[in-house]
């Protein structure tokens, strides 16, 4: 693989984040009802971001947790023989409460579908919305984000790669040529 195009540097993923979590205050009346649930891996990082300028804003804490779908993904017998769990951590109620589902790359809508259900399992929320920092489209399912920080048409041939702390020491996201360019 290869870079393409650096699409967004940590400044610019800054101001994406706070934008959404100024659009999750208004659409949602202020924060009295709201809780931000990271999907492993990248998601979490990026929900913990925008509860510290929701809570910078507002002045008040948003419940923040962690949810791990690796269970409920419908291609999970296609992952390796030992899938790694990075398990699911959300230490308070979700039923009825405004549950903002936070990702960092919106594609075919499946982790997205997979997330909706597993917070099921949790509890019966209010309602659930998704809070993504691109949406790359391609989508295979009848999803769409509420809350979307950059929309990057991409082909399938490239890939969406989000950089984020603490996963690795620059915040940025990429457009990356995943085709095998030969000798270059």
Same mark, same amino acid.
Request: hydrophobic content about 55%.
């Given at each position: 693989m290869r870079e393409k195009a650096r699409i967004m540097d940590a400044t610019a993923m800054k101001r994406a984040v706070q934008r959404i979590a100024h659009e999750i205050i208004e659409k949602n009346k202020g924060t009295g009802n709201i809780v931000l649930i990271g999907i492993q891996r990248r998601g979490v990082p990026l929900a913990e971001m925008l509860a510290s300028h929701i809570g910078r804003v507002e002045n008040a804490a948003v419940p923040t947790g962690r949810l791990d779908i690796t269970f409920y993904r419908d291609d999970l017998s296609l992952l390796a023989e030992h899938p790694v769990i990075n398990g699911t951590d959300i230490p308070f109620s979700i039923t009825d409460k405004d549950v903002i589902l936070v990702d960092d790359v919106l594609f075919t809508g499946r982790t997205t579908r997979?997330? =909706?259900? $597993?917070?099921?399992?949790?509890?019966?929320?209010?309602?659930?919305?998704?809070? %993504?920092l691109i949406d790359r489209g391609h989508r295979e399912l009848p999803i769409r984000a509420d809350f979307v920080g950059k929309n990057v048409p991409t082909?399938?041939?490239? =890939?969406? $790669?989000?950089?984020?702390?603490?996963?690795?020491?620059?915040?940025?996201?990429? %457009?990356l040529d995943i085709t095998d360019g030969g000798d270059e």
């Open positions: 997979a997330a =909706m259900e $597993a917070i099921m399992e949790v509890g019966r929320a209010r309602t659930i919305q998704l809070a %993504v082909s399938r041939s490239e =890939m969406i $790669a989000v950089k984020i702390a603490p996963f690795e020491p620059e915040n940025c996201v990429l %457009v």
